[in-house]
């Protein structure tokens, strides 16, 4: 588990998703949407290409959550979320992870939001409760 782990703690993380990760998640999820597989329908939609799932971009959560911070040991209990942006294959992103609260027994809540690198916009902004 994270050494630096108390109220107040941030930990960032840069990511990107491929086409063939959003492919490999919509075998996985069952969710094939052409949104999210065929340019030429994507094209033709407000967003103008491919988007990624928007569990999927957020599943990043998960990841950091049970291996970076606080890490190994720790128990996933709750996430609210909100997807305020739609996310694209081949961007870069950044997930930034607030430890809001700890209480007597030993949950944390922790600000979980997903930013576009380059803009700096939000995509996804959420809550998690996990157990250490």
Known sequence: MSTNFEVGSEHRH?????QKQVEAFAEVSGDHNPIHLDEEFASKTRF???IIHGMFGA???SYVMGMKFPGPGSVYLKQNLEFKRPMYPEVEYEGVFVVKAIDDKKRATVQTNIYDKASGKICTEGEALIML
């Not at 840069?14 to 491929?18: A, G």
């Open 14 to 18: 840069t990511f990107t998703i491929t």
């Open 48 to 50: 103008g290409k491919r």
């Open 59 to 61: 599943s990043i959560i």
